[in-house]
């Protein structure tokens, strides 16, 4: 029952309800289909064996052997002699026997209206069979294959008399009655019908399942040959498969838009499981966006805290960092208000020197340890001359940044302009 590490569950009929099997666990009886569902694992692969009183079963007797044929002529067959639509049945067959040209087969038919009335329970919890299959072929099955067998068990509150031979289900016929006088009496008269039938009527042996020991002794009575048990569950007889391990046929009569909406749900549970994967992840992200946030805002405290903490001692170098700004220009040399005043008067000096009848005067000269600003008027030819001899000053342009002034010049009366430099330490 257990394959490739899944759970499988199976559910078959019994005399007065359903037996369930679970891989790797016990067996259950429950009156109906209702109360299994509670008992079948909620990821299980649910198989279901139909009694024999939900299905036709006619015998056929096709000039075909290829099984796509043996279909194809099924079909026709079964669209003349159903009373209703074909569309409207699960069907399959199993080949019970080949000649050269011709091939005896065993058609099953289940009614989709059968089949809805009947899985009601199932459908309506979500629990629709990944296969339906039928009990009888699964008897068949668990009968030895090297012999003609007379089989008998109940199902649903009816006795099924059946013929398996070779392993498979040759005819069946249910009984509407468990009781063993009512069984005895119809019994004779179906086999007449089945060997009329073509159905191998010569059986090498009877087997009757435990729910039908009651029919044991007149059995044995009737045919003259010993009456043997047929396993069941975990109990087998020599030469016998336990039904509980039985795998089952190909014949499938899960109808097709059961298959469509299975599969329709499926794919929406999936999906629903992804959407549900994704909301989980997205709060997780969430989650740990607002921890990191937290722990940004917990870093940000304490790098305020620690601000805080050396804002006095900052405050404190701050002060000494004034204190030394403004006693800069008396322990540097370099920055004496005076020493600053003779390099100007030098280089307007060497600008003279340079040009003859050099015409700029100083009007102003302010000093502070970040900034000097000296302004003067003259024309536009010896402020020019003036700025050049300023650049390659090195004293001056080693300790002193002299951005050009901006605007360059204020117009004056008499061709002149007024012109402002000023210096900052580098």
């Not at 299959?133 to 699964?138: D, E, F, S, V, W």
């Not at 010993?226 to 046929?249: R, W």
């Amino acid at each position: 029952m257990k394959q490739n590490g899944t759970t499988n569950a199976l559910l078959t009929p019994e005399a007065h309800g359903w037996r369930l099997h679970i891989s790797g666990g016990e067996d259950r009886t429950v009156p109906t289909l209702s109360e299994a569902i509670a008992s079948i694992p909620a990821t299980a692969h649910l198989e279901l064996a139909l009694p024999c009183q939900s299905v036709l079963l006619e015998r056929h007797k096709l000039p075909a052997t290829d099984r796509a044929e043996l279909a194809d002529m099924l079909q026709l067959q079964l669209e003349k002699t159903l009373p209703f639509p074909v569309e409207d049945v699960s069907h399959g067959f199993e080949i019970l026997s080949q000649g050269e040209n011709e091939s005896t087969i065993l058609s099953i038919t289940a009614a989709h209206a059968e089949l809805d009335q009947l899985c009601a329970p199932l459908r309506e919890s979500g629990r629709v069979p990944a296969h339906i299959g039928l009990q009888a072929l699964r008897i068949a099955a668990a009968c030895p294959a090297d012999e003609t067998t007379l089989v008998l068990w109940a199902e649903q509150e009816q006795t099924v008399v059946a013929i398996a031979a070779g392993g498979k289900l040759a005819w069946a016929q249910p009984i509407a009655s468990l009781d063993a006088e009512t069984v005895m009496g119809e019994l004779p008269g179906l086999l007449i019908s089945a060997e009329l039938d073509g159905v191998p009527s010569d059986f090498t042996a009877i087997r009757v399942a435990e729910d039908c020991r009651s029919l044991t002794e007149p059995l044995a009575a009737h045919f003259g040959k010993k009456v043997e048990p047929l396993g069941y569950g975990a109990i087998a007889q020599p030469g016998e498969k336990s039904l509980a391990v039985i795998a089952h046929t190909g014949l499938d009569l899960l109808p097709a838009a059961w298959k469509h909406a299975a599969r329709s749900r499926h794919r929406g549970e999936k999906l629903k499981q992804n959407l549900l994967t994704a909301a989980v992840v997205y709060l997780l992200i969430v989650a740990a966006a607002f921890i990191y946030l937290a722990w940004t805002k917990n870093q940000v405290r304490k790098a305020q805290q620690q601000v805080a903490d050396t804002a006095p001692r900052y405050a404190g170098i701050a002060k000494q960092i004034a204190r030394w700004d403004a006693l800069t220009p008396a322990v540097e040399p370099d920055r004496y208000i005076i020493e600053v005043m003779h390099l100007l008067i030098r280089d307007l000096g060497k600008a003279r020197e340079a040009q003859p009848g050099l015409n700029l005067n100083f009007t102003s000269f302010s000093f502070n340890p970040r900034e000097w600003i000296v302004k003067g008027e003259g024309t536009t030819d010896s402020h020019f001359t003036f700025t050049q001899q300023l650049k390659k000053d090195t004293d001056l342009t080693d300790r002193w940044d002299m951005p050009a002034p901006t605007p360059p010049y204020t117009p004056l009366k008499d061709d002149k302009v007024s012109f402002t430099i000023t210096g900052k330490p580098r």
